[in-house]
């Protein structure tokens, strides 16, 4: 039970912390706004789950499914980006800053002193995709521009 906990704490962390291209624009522009969650695919999050634990971590889904979807996150020009998320009822807010890769594939993320790398597979003015790995446990959230 405490694995999953912490699982799941290492998601929101990645995230918290946290293709294709629209013609002429550079993926390090497209990024810059706020976006929320739209949807959340934890299908391939359960694979590398031993059988006797699966259906403690299946009950844990649909919270977390809930608790990514209040989640914001903010690209500033500078560098710079926010997050506010909704966890079981807590509000949460933090601050950290952003680089994007060259190739626009990859977001770095560092807050409090933690870096993430987080895989970017899909990039538009308004659609974000993003691919969370934390264990080998993967998490995709399709992010709307607001």
Do not use: C, Q
């Not at 962390?13 to 624009?25: Q, R």
């Not at 031993?50 to 500078?78: N, Q, V």
């Not at 790398?117 to 993003?130: A, F, G, P, R, Y």
Request: charged share 25%; hydrophobic share 45%; net charge neutral.
């Amino acid at each position: 039970m405490m694995r999953t906990i912490n699982i799941f704490l290492a998601l929101l962390l990645i995230v918290a912390t946290t293709s294709s291209f629209s013609a002429g624009k550079k993926p390090s522009k497209l990024i810059i706004g706020t976006w929320g969650v739209e949807s959340v695919d934890m299908s391939e999050m359960l694979n590398g789950v031993p059988e006797e634990e699966k259906a403690m971590y299946e009950a844990f889904l649909p919270m977390m499914d809930e608790a990514f979807k209040t989640m914001l996150l903010t690209f500033r020009a500078d560098g710079t980006m926010s997050t506010k998320a909704n966890m079981m009822g807590t509000e949460s807010s933090d601050e950290g800053t952003w680089v994007l890769s060259k190739d626009g594939k990859t977001l770095t993320t560092t807050s409090n002193g933690k870096t993430d790398n987080i895989v970017i597979e899909k990039l538009t003015k308004s659609v974000m995709l993003l691919v969370l790995d934390a264990d080998g446990m993967k998490v995709k959230l399709l992010m709307k521009k607001n």
